[in-house]
């Protein structure tokens, strides 16, 4: 079965940094481009990142470009999220999510997320 | 950044209507995906490319719609279909989503 799992959130102060990870199992791993979507308390669905198959092609969202930075070992089937000068809007739950197929750019297999909570 | 704007933003349904979701997009795209979320559950795509059921998704749901505008049916709604619903263009960068459309019980 496919399963992403991600971790590393937690409680940050504001200009924090956070590392979070997804794990993938049940899939070829290096085959597929992984995404984060991110979810505020209540509110809908963000986009965030893409980072392609072979690590290459990394994409941000405008609102998270030159804070963020995506990466991925496929040695290890994970991929990481770098966040830094975190800001109480990047408060949220964190998904990780695999392409139905790159290049179709819809998600077919989502983790649980892990929560952010930038505050002081 | 294309613009998603879904309606409307809370449908209240009995059990067995026919319901219609909207999704309308700034500019003109060619793939757009719906997807479906339960509370305290994270989102499942049901459609993509507009209209291609994913995998394992009932032939109640389904999609139509090009251009601008594109719609998300369910022919006849199961209790489990209550949950809130997000249409995304994969069609053009970044990748965006409605604001959602939450089906609730009549």
């Known amino acids: 079965d496919v399963q992403l799992l991600e971790s590393g959130g937690g409680l940050v102060q504001p200009g924090g940094s956070l590392r979070l990870s997804c794990a993938g199992s049940g899939f070829t791993f290096s085959n597929f481009p992984i995404t984060w979507v991110r979810q505020a308390p209540g509110k809908g669905l963000e986009w965030v990142s893409v980072?392609?198959?072979?690590?290459?092609?990394?994409y941000y969202a405008d609102s998270v470009k030159g804070r963020f930075t995506i990466s991925r070992d496929n040695s290890k089937n994970t991929v990481h999220l770098q966040m830094n000068s975190l800001r109480a809007e990047d408060s949220a739950l964190y998904y990780c999510a695999k392409y139905l197929q790159a290049p179709v750019a819809a998600f077919d297999f989502w983790g649980q997320g892990t929560l952010v909570t930038v505050s002081s | 950044e294309i613009v998603m704007t879904q309606s409307p933003a809370t449908l209240s349904v009995s059990p067995g209507e026919r319901v219609t979701l909207s999704c309308k997009a700034s500019?003109?795209?060619?793939?757009l995906a719906w997807y479906q979320q339960k509370p305290g559950q994270a989102p499942s795509l049901l459609i993509y490319?507009?209209?291609t059921r994913a995998t394992g998704i009932p032939a109640r749901f389904s999609g139509s719609g090009s251009g601008t505008e594109f719609t998300l049916t369910i022919s006849s709604l199961q209790s489990e279909d209550f949950a809130v619903y997000y249409c995304q263009q994969h069609n053009n960068w970044p990748w965006t989503f409605g604001q959602g459309t939450k089906v609730e019980i009549k």
């Open positions: 490319g507009a209209s």
């Open positions: 500019q003109s795209i060619g793939k």
């Open positions: 980072i392609s198959g072979d690590g290459h092609s990394p």
